[in-house]
């Protein structure tokens, strides 16, 4: 479960501070998708930065079940930033805008990167990482490198790669934003099939509501704080993802 307790973010800005986030709860349960919703500038990155501890509070909590993973520099249970990088490593996938693969690496071996900066053996890596592909309908481009696969293929590939660790939470931000509709549904179809697979807690931040297809929770940020919040009896709701030649 990832819980968001009270998030406050601000920053300085000249000779005031502006609120990024503004007081923000949120509970996601395992196996569950939440969605985020509101116009640019709302806080929606700026609330998943802290989710995934890349940007600490300026108030308020992060847990991942009962353990404290993101507070305040000066919170006694605040981690140090090698501890954060640890985390991240080990109990949370996070899918970027852009997909932010590596030039040089084949698909497979984006994959491969992320078990090998935990130690995993070579072996039991790659058969994970054909799998994975293979469930995000990428296994025929597993040798290909970024600038031959489109758009909506990397950011399969960058799916795949988030799940490589087996995350208890996946942060998506705003996965559709390069593609067209109908690629975007396949989209948010695919991490959602997989969140409920895999367990995790996800939250999938975009401005595009058109494309959550079944996903029922759904949280609207305006000027950094929740303006309206829909919740259904899952967040996770919408079909499996077939595979698709995106």
Given at each position: ?246
């Amino acid at each position: 479960m990832l819980t968001l307790d009270h998030i406050t973010l601000t920053y300085p800005d000249g000779d005031h501070d502006l609120t990024a986030v503004d007081d923000v709860s949120l509970t996601v349960s395992p196996g569950t998708a939440t969605a985020i919703l509101g116009p640019s500038g709302s806080g929606k990155s700026s609330l998943l930065a802290v989710a995934s501890t890349l940007t600490r509070p300026t108030k308020g909590l992060v847990r991942i079940g009962a353990d404290v993973v993101n507070a305040p520099a000066d919170h006694p249970e605040a981690t140090s930033d090698a501890a954060s990088a640890r985390l991240r490593r080990e109990r949370i996938g996070i899918v970027f805008q852009q997909p932010q693969l590596i030039d040089s690496l084949t698909a497979v071996e984006q994959l491969e990167l992320v078990a090998h900066l935990r130690g995993n053996r070579p072996r039991s890596a790659r058969t994970r990482a054909m799998d994975l592909l293979d469930a995000v309908g990428m296994a025929p481009w597993a040798s290909k490198r970024p600038a031959q696969l489109s758009g909506g293929q990397r950011q399969r590939t960058a799916i795949a790669r988030a799940m490589m660790n087996s995350p208890e939470v996946l942060l998506v931000d705003e996965p559709t934003s390069a593609l067209d509709h109908d690629r975007g549904l396949q989209i948010i179809e695919l991490i959602t099939a997989l969140t409920r697979e895999s367990g995790a807690a996800t939250i999938i931040v975009t401005h595009d509501e058109a494309t959550l297809g079944s996903i029922t929770d759904r949280v609207h940020l305006v000027d950094g704080r929740i303006s309206a919040r829909t919740a259904g009896t899952t967040g996770t709701s919408a079909p499996a993802a077939q595979p698709a030649r995106a």
